[in-house]
T-cell receptor, first 109, second 115 residues
Framework: TQLLEQSPQFLSIQEGENLTVYCNSSSVFSSLQWYRQEPGEGPVLLVT?????EVKKLKRLTFQFGDARKDSSLHITAAQTGDTGLYLCAGARGNKLVFGAGTILRVKS | NAGVTQTPKFQVLKTGQSMTLQCAQDMNHEYMSWYRQDPGMGLRLIHY???????DQGEVPNGYNVSRSTTEDFPLRLLSAAPSQTSVYFC??????????????FGPGTRLTVL
């Protein structure tokens, strides 16, 4: 079983639509990160959230950390084909990073 | 800076063979780690190091060895390859793990197939 559960596992939408990806756990994390990975490459950090209830915006992407620091969400407004990729959440526990299984996003033109 | 480099990019092994996956970083990062990525399972931590001379086990360490003789290098050794070790392996580094803001910088990955 995954310590961090991501949903949905796969999302296929049209360009211009909005979407939300969820990352849930029963455990508390000191911080939570979101990464994006393209085929054949390593993950690249999008954002780190640290404080419960924190909201961060990165252009059309909005990240939220739950009040209890157990869950997070990623909302994309007006998705573009360039947003296509694998989105991974990762929680920090001590000196280890625990990853969710990821959400594959496909944005069609 | 080259960032995090990994070699080889692709490798095919026969069951029972041994090999070393190389990882190097030129950012003077204290923390380095190895992950494997399998479909539907995200990245799972194999081994990590918080500094030269210090290593520790992650979530899935069996069948793998690591060492950290220098800050720059963190090789991963497969002792006797098994088909279950077929995966994509990523090396990552970060400045340190004392701060919650640490960004992990990932290498391009090594795709390993064990026949």
């Amino acid at each position: 079983t995954q310590l961090l559960e991501q949903s949905p596992q796969f999302l296929s939408i049209q360009e211009g639509e909005n979407l939300t990806v969820y990352c849930n756990s029963s455990s508390v994390f000191s911080s939570l990160q979101w990464y994006r990975q393209e085929p054949g490459e390593g993950p690249v950090l999008l954002v780190t959230v640290v404080t419960g209830g924190e909201v961060k915006k990165l252009k059309r992407l909005t990240f939220q950390f739950g009040d209890a620091r157990k869950d997070s969400s990623l909302h994309i407004t007006a998705a573009q084909t360039g947003d296509t990729g694998l989105y991974l959440c990762a929680g920090a526990r001590g000196n280890k990073l625990v990853f969710g299984a990821g959400t594959i996003l496909r944005v069609k033109s | 800076n080259a960032g995090v480099t990994q070699t080889p990019k692709f490798q095919v092994l026969k069951t029972g063979q041994s090999m070393t996956l190389q990882c190097a970083q030129d950012m003077n990062h204290e923390y380095m780690s190895w992950y494997r990525q399998d479909p539907g399972m995200g990245l799972r931590l194999i081994h990590y190091s918080v500094g030269a001379g210090i290593t520790d086990q992650g979530e899935v360490p069996n069948g793998y060895n690591v060492s950290r003789s220098t800050t720059e290098d963190f090789p991963l050794r497969l002792l006797s390859a098994a088909p279950s070790q077929t995966s994509v392996y990523f090396c990552a580094s970060s400045y340190s793990f004392e701060s919650s803001y640490n960004e992990q910088f990932f290498g391009p990955g090594t795709r390993l197939t064990v026949l």
